[in-house]
């Protein structure tokens, strides 16, 4: 537990410090990215810089080494394909500016970029024996063989974009992240615990504790009015994180649960794309849902803190469920 603490207090004082003078530098580089002209309501945010992924994961890059996470192949697993998504985004971002239209990689390179590091990690998990899935609410673990493949590659893409739609707010991303974390590592210490094997998820567990220190560290930048966005560069590596986390713990089917506010994200856009096709009328104002509550009138802020309660209250159901 001490190590843990440790872990949580470097990760949130190297974030601190890391992202007051690499926000300092963008602005000097003029590194902001530019606002979609359809969302009148953040014509105020013009200006603010992008990029601040690299406050969350450059200290965790550098912390998970210090603190000997990379013994655990799951960890590492973790951690490099968040790698491998945060450099799609770095590029998505560096369109974005580079073009200063906002446009970026096409929905169709960024997808078949995502799609490919999915399979590939959906193969290298199958073939590394992580196949068995918690069923949640029950104790009990299936194993589904090759199909675990196909259904960590869905993960993956899914988790991925819910995560990028859901990073239209200022704290609104990092906020859902931080409990997300908070769920899973109690999800996966409770497991363990009924095994008797909690030594083998000392790694995961510190990881876990990093990851919240970094998204607390961004997230006090990242508050309304936002110093700095966390853009597609944070969004997709986030993703490959709390996707990760659950993945190669044998987790997937908690997602939708501890992650329920993501899920939403993601559902509301299919629902107005496949709704507008068929009837050309919407179902909400503008899709992510956030954006729906926005222009329905609620604050950003407010916004922010019902995706975090709503987040929360699910996710203590489900630990309280599990430890019944």
């Known amino acids: 537990m001490k190590t843990i603490i440790i872990a949580f207090v470097s990760a949130l004082l190297f974030s601190l410090l890391f992202g007051a003078v690499f926000i300092k530098v963008l602005k000097k580089k003029r590194a902001d990215q530019p606002i979609y002209e359809y969302v009148y309501l953040h014509k105020g945010k013009s200006g603010t810089p992008t990029f601040g992924g690299f406050i969350i994961y450059l200290p965790l890059f550098v912390l998970f080494v210090l603190f000997g996470c990379a013994k655990n192949e799951n960890a590492r697993l973790i951690l490099t394909i968040s790698i491998a998504f945060m450099s799609v985004g770095f590029i998505d971002d560096y369109l974005k500016i580079a073009s200063d239209k906002n446009e970026g990689l096409k929905p169709y390179q960024k997808m078949i970029l995502l799609f490919a590091i999915s399979v590939l990690y959906g193969f290298i998990a199958y ?73 083998n998820i000392y790694e995961i567990m510190t990881l876990s504790a990093l990851s919240v220190g970094c998204f607390c560290g961004f997230l006090c930048f990242n508050l309304n009015p936002a110093k700095i966005f966390m853009g597609d560069t944070g969004s ?25 506010m993501f899920v939403l994200s993601g559902i509301s856009v299919i629902m107005q794309v496949l709704h507008y096709k068929r009837t050309k009328k919407r179902i909400f104002k503008m899709a992510p849902l956030h954006h729906h509550l926005e222009l329905s009138g609620v604050s950003e802020c407010k916004i922010a803190f019902y995706y975090f309660i709503v987040t929360l209250v699910v996710s203590l159901i489900v630990i309280f469920t599990m430890v019944m």
Do not use: H, M, Q, R
């Open 236 to 260: 997709l590596a986030t993703g490959g994180l709390l996707g990760g986390i659950c993945v190669f713990t044998g987790n997937s089917f908690y997602i939708p649960f501890i992650g329920i």
């Open 127 to 199: 073939k590394k024996g992580i196949t068995g899935f918690y069923v949640p609410f029950s104790k009990i673990k299936t194993d589904l063989g090759i199909w675990s493949a196909f259904i960590i590659t869905f993960v993956f893409i899914a988790i991925s974009n819910c995560v990028n739609l859901t990073d239209g707010l200022d704290g609104l991303a990092s906020s859902v992240s931080i409990v997300y974390v908070l769920a899973a590592a109690a999800i996966i210490y409770i497991e363990a615990a009924a095994e008797n094997n909690t030594v």
